[in-house]
């Protein structure tokens, strides 16, 4: 795997190229299914974030955290459907490097929301020691229902 700070360039190939649930996750909570103004959006939002890629360089995920106000960061990511190429170095990235580094931040509690079916990425999160903390019935733009998962154990966030 292949990691580099996020950017346009590669952020723009993984937005046009997401797997399907997380097409449908994503979009659900957007005005528009442009991925030019995803990518916009997310460049937007800081630069706490990276691009993970295949060893050939080829970007497969950007995932990052944006910080909503003092302590909370909403945490997020997006990929191709090559996510399990490099599924096993972002998460140990995100366990050795991101944490860490949201702990030294001043972080005591991080979220996200998943749609309702994305189990793959309910999976994941549980993996990474989130936990389902919320059901938001009709959170989405047609109605979707979707989860809140977040970490505030003293071992992910500091109280």
Known sequence: MTLAKLNEVDLDYVTHRLREDDLREVMATRWTDD???LTSDIMSNGEFGWIAGTEDRVPVAAFGAIPVWNGVWEVWLIATEDWPKVAL???????KTMIPAMREAG????????????????????????????????????????????WTEPGICPR
């Open 107 to 150: 972080v005591h509690r991080a979220q996200c929301r998943s749609i309702e079916g994305h189990e793959t990425a309910h999976r994941w999160l549980e993996f990474l020691g989130a936990h389902r903390e919320s059901t938001m019935p009709k959170f989405g733009r047609d109605g979707e229902t979707f989860h809140l998962y977040c």
């Open 89 to 95: 170095g972002v998460t140990k990235f995100i366990k």
């Open 35 to 37: 991925p030019v103004a």
